[in-house]
């Protein structure tokens, strides 16, 4: 079974500054996605951005990007120039096959002005 | 189009009764998803619809729990003899068949059980 765990359940970081949000997976699987979603306070879920499993190259969406350590099986997710605008719960998620997508528990991310 | 859509947003009910959610997704999608969420935890995968097939049921969806996609367009969820355990957020998203990995999720249905 897949698993994915974040072990951060809250997180704080200074407007303007760098925070990176970790999340680690397990599978035996060789092809798969990674997604960072981001769920704001009442709001609903967003994708972030996601990661092929077989590509190397760490996926980039503007001010996020993440280090995807296929080995390491670790999918970390850096938010640079933290605007207050990101302060919400980030899901790590995992998915294989057509339906099969697994979250994390989420990290709290709070941006303090 | 504006996205997913659910309805109602918020549901409180007495133990014991049914609630139906109903799920509208984005109009070329043909496929559709329910999760469930509780407080403190990510989605958890309920069931899923490939047009008006349904392909997968999890094992958290007991059979007092049953989802429908009739014409393959928007989709019901029901719960009979709610208890309170299943106080929680219930999440639609859905995908078309090429970008399956991309979903779009709705707002949410918060079903509190008294």
């Known amino acids: 079974a897949q698993t994915v765990t974040q072990s951060q359940p809250e997180m704080s970081v200074q407007e303007a500054e760098t925070v990176t949000l970790s999340c680690t997976y397990d599978?035996?699987?060789?092809?798969?996605?990674l997604f960072w979603y981001k769920q704001p306070p009442s709001r609903q879920m967003i994708l972030v951005i996601r990661?092929?499993?077989?590509?190397?190259q760490n996926a980039t969406e503007n001010r996020f990007s993440v280090n995807f350590q296929k080995a390491a099986k670790s999918f970390s997710l850096k938010i640079s120039d933290s605007q207050l605008g990101d302060t919400a719960m980030y899901f790590c998620?995992?998915?294989?096959?057509?339906?099969?997508?697994?979250f994390g528990a989420g990290t709290r991310l709070t941006v303090k002005p | 189009d504006t996205g997913v859509s659910q309805d109602p947003r918020h549901k409180i009910t007495k133990r014991g009764q049914n609630v139906t959610f109903r799920c509208d997704p984005i109009?070329?999608?043909?496929?559709l998803y329910w999760y469930r969420q509780t407080l403190g935890q990510g989605p958890e995968f309920l069931t899923y619809?490939?047009?008006?097939?349904?392909?997968?049921k999890s094992r958290l969806l007991s059979d007092r729990f049953s989802a429908e996609r009739p014409k393959g367009s928007f989709s019901t969820l029901e719960i009979q003899r709610t208890e309170q355990g299943d106080s929680a957020m219930y999440l639609c998203?859905?995908?078309?068949?090429?970008?399956?990995?991309?979903?779009?999720f709705g707002p949410g249905t918060r079903l509190t059980v008294l």
């Open positions: 998203a859905s995908s078309s068949g090429e970008g399956r990995e991309l979903r779009d």
């Open positions: 599978t035996s699987e060789n092809n798969y996605y």
């Open positions: 990661q092929e499993a077989y590509k190397q």
């Open positions: 998620a995992f998915m294989r096959g057509d339906n099969d997508m697994r």
């Open positions: 109009s070329e999608h043909n496929r």
């Open positions: 619809f490939q047009n008006e097939a349904q392909l997968e």
